[in-house]
């Protein structure tokens, strides 16, 4: 079979879906990649790895000659918070790092899997059952480097006949890999805190609420959307896609049914609550749900409990 390259291999899903994608298609057809970021052990050791810089042409290239790679997954980027503190770094990576992986698909070819992400959206965009198709004007940079994003994959599939496919993922949570700052993040490290300290200081004000997703459900995405039929896709590459939508509060009493004494406060950061602000309180998935069968498997419940029971285990280093 043709290879598959996964960029960002090193960072949040990356690493998760690199070691599925191993699992599925087999350990030797699955080249990871990542920037300057030292790879774990497991994912250095159970295929090939290669460090690309995605904004350079001349390795991606070798990369995928070197491998006859025959899809990509583009996860390289940089996250909403860290692109707000270096917004000349967030276009470079986001924009033209997947500008080169297009044009490198192109020439090969190559089909191309991107995630897009809630940041696509902005404060003009409705935000309660936010649509498919709708006002996307984001003022911050990573959702404009996410906007231009979707339309190049668009121009990409429409001009040149590249496979181009892509989801508007929400927050991610999950207990392998760290996320890189982003506005989300709260929801992952609320669990590291209750685990280790009972106690944690939100960054993200009370009834800010956002949509989000566990990672073994955005792992199946992005699998599911690379292999339906093609025919059956009209969107393509921005897929609204979510598994549940919560505010600070509910998922810290989902955590008090595990740890009862469990205590949350507030230290609201201005930058990740404005950006929280333009995003959508909850989206409408219902063309990913027709086109390609999208059904995540967790809600908020059934997540908590994977969660606290994997994450225990891996910091008491079992
Ligand atoms: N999780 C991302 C972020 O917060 C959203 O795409 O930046």
């Known amino acids: 079979m043709k290879r598959i390259l996964v960029t960002g291999a090193v960072g ?8 599925a994608l191993r699992e599925r298609y087999g350990a030797d057809n699955v080249v990871a990649a990542g920037n300057r970021t030292k790879p774990s052990d497991k994912l250095r050791d159970s295929g090939p790895f290669e460090f690309v810089d995605c904004t350079k042409i001349e ?17 390289g980027a940089i996250l909403s918070a860290v692109a707000e503190a270096k917004p000349q770094l967030a276009w470079d990576v986001n924009i033209n790092g997947l500008y080169q992986v297009l044009e490198v698909a192109r020439e090969q070819p190559c089909a191309v899997f991107t995630p897009s992400s809630i940041g696509a959206f902005g404060p003009t965009t409705p935000l309660d059952n936010t649509p498919q198709d709708t ?58 805190k209750a685990i280790e300290e009972n106690h944690y200081t939100c960054f993200l004000r009370a009834g800010t609420y956002l949509d989000m997703m566990y ?46 004494s469990f205590t949350m406060d507030y230290n609201v950061d201005p930058v990740r609550q404005g950006i929280a602000e333009t995003w959508p309180n909850k989206m409408d998935d219902t063309c990913a749900r027709k086109e390609w069968g999208w059904n995540p498997k967790y809600n908020l419940k059934t997540m908590t409990q994977d969660m606290i029971e994997k994450l225990t285990l891996k910091l008491k280093g079992a």
């Not at 949040?12 to 070691?19: A, C, D, N, P, R």
């Not at 993922?169 to 609320?190: C, F, K, N, R």
């Not at 505010?247 to 595990?258: G, S």
């Open 59 to 75: 390795k991606l290239q070798e990369v995928v000659k070197k491998y006859g790679v025959g899809t990509i997954y583009h996860l």
């Open 215 to 260: 990672m073994p459900d955005a792992l199946d995405a992005a699998v599911q959307l690379m292999e339906a039929d093609p025919a059956t896709l009209k969107h393509r590459n921005a897929f609204n896609v979510t598994a549940m939508s919560f505010e600070p509060e509910q998922i810290a009493a989902e955590i008090r049914k595990h740890f009862p």
């Open 12 to 19: 949040q899903i990356g690493s998760e879906l690199t070691m």
């Open 135 to 192: 006002i996307q004007r984001p003022n911050t940079m990573y959702g404009v480097t996410k906007v231009a994003g979707e339309l190049l994959c668009d121009y990409y599939h429409k001009r040149f006949g590249v496979d181009t496919r892509g989801l508007r993922y929400p927050g991610i949570i999950s207990y392998e890999t760290l996320p890189g700052g982003g506005t989300t993040d709260y929801a992952v490290e609320i669990y590291y």
